[in-house]
């Protein structure tokens, strides 16, 4: 994935040991899962009482005070990783403590073990989901001694028990590692273009969202929408093919125009492209977009059969703050600032005028041609 596009360092970041496989999804399962145990353990408890159940009854306290932090912890946030965590061996312990407990009463107490092993597997990262499994086995070998008859068997139930539980986790890992990898591919593919393998609006956007939220960025954010100049007459005259190929040439050009550690590069569109420029003023902005329209402008398409084909671009600029507060309002001023420049004979670009609230603000787009800005 291209380093501009922020959706790729999102992906490609390493994960923490509390992060959720599905922060959504997770929290919810867990709470659902405390609460049954709880009840269940307090019926239990009741039911069939026991001498020094003080224990139980705190287990089950702090299963449904950790189904809480489940509920309340915003989704996504460590919080609730750690609680899902937290939750997970919860469940373990309580296993080990009825089975241990009332054991007697019901055998398959140990199988369920399995429960918090399936969960932790399939909705933790790795790291966590491993600490989990192996409480699972140390609980389960507890039991299995605890129950045992004789040597011989106790040894043949550890191995059999554990053997299990390592198996169910390698399995549902396995699974959710793929379903993961899966999910990730789509989210990569439909956040790029295939045909200039510029990332798409929906990237463009989440960027922008986290550029504007940066109050504290030097310079600024300006928002560049550019648009090749006859293109629909390119595609009727030439063909779809040429076409496609003078929006790469373009894509291309216009990549390397700008420095790929703080600009997002995207198609919004048809022949519409877009550049996102973090801490980059409008002055800054209008010397990139002089240069690149000036790059279009030397720079012919090559077509076998049909020899050099001229293209030039329309670009559009606007600035946050100095033109807009927010993206929707910057958008606009971009594609004001776009339609100037074709009004004025594209092959050139156009600054969006400053807000009319503004004092001495502009009342016209500034516009301008290829080559070096205007001083």
């Known amino acids: 994935m291209d380093a501009v596009n922020p959706l790729g360092r999102a992906l490609d970041a390493r994960r923490r040991w509390w992060t959720l496989r599905r922060p959504h999804f997770a929290p919810r399962v867990t709470a659902a899962l405390l609460v049954s145990g709880a009840v269940l353990l307090a019926v239990v408890l009741v039911v069939f009482p026991v001498d020094a159940a003080v224990a139980p009854w705190v287990l089950a306290a702090a299963m449904l005070a950790t189904a809480v932090w489940c509920r309340l912890a915003p989704a996504g946030s460590r919080a609730a990783g750690i609680a899902v965590v937290t939750g997970s061996l919860l469940a373990v312990a309580a296993v080990a403590v009825s089975a241990h407990l009332f054991g007697g009463l019901v055998q398959g107490w140990p199988a369920l073990l399995g429960l918090p092993v399936v969960h932790a597997s399939s909705q933790l990262q790795r790291r966590a989901g491993r600490v989990v499994t192996a409480f699972s086995c140390a609980a389960a070998a507890w039991l299995a001694v605890d129950f045992a008859q004789d040597g011989g068997r106790m040894v043949v139930d550890v191995l059999l028990v554990v053997g299990c539980l390592l198996l169910l986790a390698a399995f549902t890992q396995h699974t959710a590692d793929d379903q993961e990898r899966l999910a990730e ?3 990569r593919i439909a956040g790029v273009d295939v045909l200039t393998g510029l990332v798409t609006r929906r990237v463009l956007d ?3 969202v986290l550029a504007l939220a940066a109050t504290t960025t030097p310079g600024g954010t300006s928002l560049v929408l550019l648009d090749l100049d006859h293109f629909k007459s390119v595609n009727d005259t030439h063909g779809h093919p040429v076409g496609d190929r003078a929006l790469q040439l373009v894509a291309g050009l216009l990549t390397a125009s700008v420095r790929r550690s703080d600009a997002v590069v995207a198609r919004l569109g048809g022949d519409e492209l877009a550049v996102l420029l973090r801490g980059c003023t409008p002055d800054t902005a209008v010397a990139r977009v002089s240069a690149l329209v000036g790059a279009v402008r030397r720079t012919p398409l090559v077509v076998p059969g ?3 084909l ?3 671009v329309s670009v559009g600029i606007a600035h946050a703050p100095t033109h807009a507060e927010d993206l929707r309002s910057l958008y606009a001023a ?3 600032a776009l339609y100037a420049a ?3 004979g594209r092959d050139g670009w156009a600054v969006a005028p ?5 004092p001495g603000a502009p009342a016209r787009p500034r516009l301008g041609a290829a080559g070096p800005p205007p001083g």
């Open 354 to 358: 400053a807000p009319e609230s503004r």
């Open 306 to 308: 049909i020899g050099s």
């Open 342 to 344: 074709k009004r004025a």
């Open 206 to 208: 989440d960027a922008a």
């Open 334 to 336: 971009a594609d004001e």
């Open 310 to 312: 001229p293209l030039t």
């Open 185 to 187: 591919s789509l989210e």
